[in-house]
């Protein structure tokens, strides 16, 4: 198993980046996000690796972070959903906004990933709604991590405001984990904060 690979940045290519590292290139597939972040060629690079065997072929799938690895192998335990699958959804979603996305059920913004339909981002937010760290998420204390996965009243009260104004689920909860103190303040106080965030 490659864990990651350290070396020089040689070139990109459509879908994937060519690295080199102990006088080996290693063609490794990445999401657009992360190859758009790569630095340029001769410049050192830093890329986390999930190798996919199969019958035709050896793969190669990189992350800048290891949170994008973590949250790639997550993907591809749902049933229905490929590596390729996994990389156009972490293309169009960073690995954050899809845990809010997952925590939050806003299957419409997994659908937003190329290839990815309505039953399939049903599939993923119930194969992995337990399996999201909440508390990672929000970055906050046990209180707000409660609320944010949806047993605060007053917390979802200001989400479903969020969305009733026009926006998504997912973005709608993200404005209202960062509100620091979120667990002490009222549906209204959150909603006035949470527009400031937006």
Same mark, same amino acid.
């Not at 080199?20 to 190859?35: C, H, K, T, W």
């Not at 890329?47 to 793969?59: C, I, K, L, Q």
């Not at 007053?154 to 404005?175: H, I, K, N, T």
């Given at each position: 198993?490659?864990? /990651? =690979?350290?070396?020089?940045?040689? &070139?990109?290519?459509?879908e994937s980046a060519v690295i080199s590292a102990?006088?080996?290139? &290693?063609?490794?597939?990445?999401? +657009? ?9 001769? /410049?050192?690079?830093? !890329? &986390?690796?999930?190798?996919? !065997? ?7 799938? %990189? /992350?800048?972070?290891?949170? %994008?690895? +973590? =949250?790639?192998? +997550? ?16 293309? $169009? ?15 419409? #913004?997994?659908?937003?990933?190329? %290839? ?5 981002? +049903? ?8 399996? $999201? ?11 707000? @991590?409660? #609320? #944010? ?5 007053? /917390?979802?009260? @200001? !989400?479903?405001?969020? !969305?009733?104004? %026009? &926006?998504?689920?997912?973005? @709608? ?15 209204? #106080? ?9």
């Amino acid at each position: 198993m490659i864990a /990651f =690979i350290s070396g020089e940045m040689e &070139y990109r290519l459509k879908e994937s980046a060519v690295i080199s590292a102990g006088g080996i290139g &290693y063609e490794v597939m990445m999401p +657009q996000r992360d190859l758009d972040a790569l630095p340029e060629p001769g /410049f050192e690079v830093k !890329v &986390y690796t999930h190798m996919n !065997v199969r019958e035709d072929g050896v793969s190669l799938f %990189g /992350f800048l972070t290891r949170d %994008g690895l +973590q =949250i790639f192998r +997550q993907l591809i335990s749902v049933n229905g959903v490929g590596p390729k699958g996994a990389l156009a959804i972490l293309s $169009v979603l960073d690995a954050d906004s899809l845990k809010f996305a997952i925590v939050s059920g806003d299957a419409k #913004a997994i659908c937003k990933a190329q %290839g990815i339909g309505a039953r399939s981002a +049903q599939r993923i937010i119930l194969d992995l709604k337990d399996k $999201v760290d909440i508390e990672d998420l929000t970055g906050s204390s046990p209180a707000a @991590a409660s #609320a #944010a996965a949806g047993r605060g009243t007053d /917390f979802e009260d @200001a !989400v479903e405001a969020l !969305v009733s104004l %026009g &926006y998504g689920r997912s973005e @709608a909860m993200r404005a209202v984990s960062k509100i620091p103190c979120a667990e002490t303040l009222d549906a209204e #106080a959150l909603l006035k904060a949470a527009l400031k965030n937006l």
